[in-house]
């Protein structure tokens, strides 16, 4: 039950339950109802009683408090419980179910400002980037160039490259070896011939030389 049929169906109840109350009963019920000025009490009807006491004291309110002065009054019969209990059970539904709402409430509100201080405790960069469980990510280095050392020899010679593991040596150009061998010329030949003969000329000598010798041991 909404809180605005709670006060239509209240209204009615009251107006019943002060009926029922004596003359002593009701002035005795008006004068602990502090809240209502005395002027507004004083001279209105029963009937009009009811209006004012929800007006100034609200539904909820008003059925604890006419119950609580139902008992020291004390007017306990089923005249005046009759239409009282009924409300007074209603209103305790109510109160319970407006807790639960408001601490479903509260732990929605908790839950909410606890999740966004975790997300506020939390590094900014750790929302943006994924962590590796090996570790952090050393950014890449860029390769630096190397300057080029080679040097270009002025002249002739070719452009050495330099080795990473260290100078190269430049390239010697292999030197020719002098060919010694001397071609003979035209008059080898002649020079040649002569030697023969003269060779031969002095065996022939030499021969005749030991015909001689021979000849002179035979005389």
Request: glycine share 6%; net charge positive.
């Given at each position: 039950?909404?809180?605005?049929?709670?006060e239509?169906?209240?209204?009615?109840?009251?107006?019943?339950?002060?009926?029922?109350?004596?003359?002593?009963?009701?002035?005795?019920?008006?004068?602990?109802?502090?809240?209502?000025?005395?002027?507004?009490?004083?001279?209105?009807?029963?009937?009009?009683?009811?209006?004012?006491?929800?007006?100034?004291?609200?539904?909820?309110e008003?059925?604890?408090?006419?119950?609580?002065?139902?008992?020291?009054?004390?007017?306990?019969?089923?005249?005046?419980?009759?239409?009282?209990?009924?409300?007074?059970?209603?209103?305790?539904?109510?109160?319970?179910?407006?807790?639960?709402?408001?601490?479903?409430?509260?732990?929605?509100?908790g839950?909410a400002?606890?999740k966004?201080?975790?997300?506020?405790?939390?590094?900014?960069?750790?929302?943006?980037?994924?962590?590796?469980p090996?570790?952090?990510?050393?950014?890449?280095?860029?390769?630096?160039?190397?300057?080029?050392?080679?040097?270009?020899?002025?002249?002739?010679?070719?452009?050495?490259?330099?080795d990473?593991?260290?100078?190269?040596?430049?390239?010697?150009?292999?030197t020719?070896?002098?060919?010694?061998?001397?071609?003979?010329?035209?008059?080898?030949?002649?020079?040649?011939?002569?030697?023969?003969?003269?060779?031969?000329?002095?065996?022939?000598?030499?021969?005749?030389?030991?015909?001689?010798?021979?000849?002179?041991?035979?005389?």
């Amino acid at each position: 039950m909404s809180l605005k049929a709670l006060e239509k169906g209240w209204k009615a109840a009251l107006t019943n339950i002060l009926e029922h109350l004596t003359d002593s009963q009701f002035s005795k019920l008006l004068f602990k109802l502090d809240k209502i000025p005395q002027g507004k009490k004083a001279g209105k009807a029963r009937e009009q009683i009811p209006q004012i006491i929800i007006e100034y004291y609200g539904p909820e309110e008003s059925i604890s408090v006419i119950n609580k002065e139902m008992m020291q009054i004390p007017r306990k019969d089923a005249a005046v419980q009759g239409p009282l209990i009924p409300f007074v059970k209603k209103l305790k539904e109510l109160r319970q179910k407006n807790k639960a709402t408001t601490s479903k409430s509260a732990a929605d509100s908790g839950s909410a400002a606890k999740k966004r201080k975790l997300a506020a405790d939390q590094p900014k960069s750790c929302k943006a980037d994924k962590t590796d469980p090996a570790g952090p990510v050393k950014p890449k280095q860029k390769k630096t160039e190397k300057p080029n050392l080679t040097l270009k020899p002025t002249g002739s010679t070719k452009t050495s490259q330099t080795d990473p593991a260290g100078p190269v040596k430049p390239k010697q150009k292999k030197t020719e070896k002098p060919n010694l061998t001397l071609k003979p010329t035209g008059s080898t030949k002649t020079s040649q011939g002569q030697s023969a003969a003269v060779q031969s000329g002095k065996m022939k000598t030499a021969a005749v030389k030991k015909a001689s010798k021979k000849k002179e041991s035979n005389l």
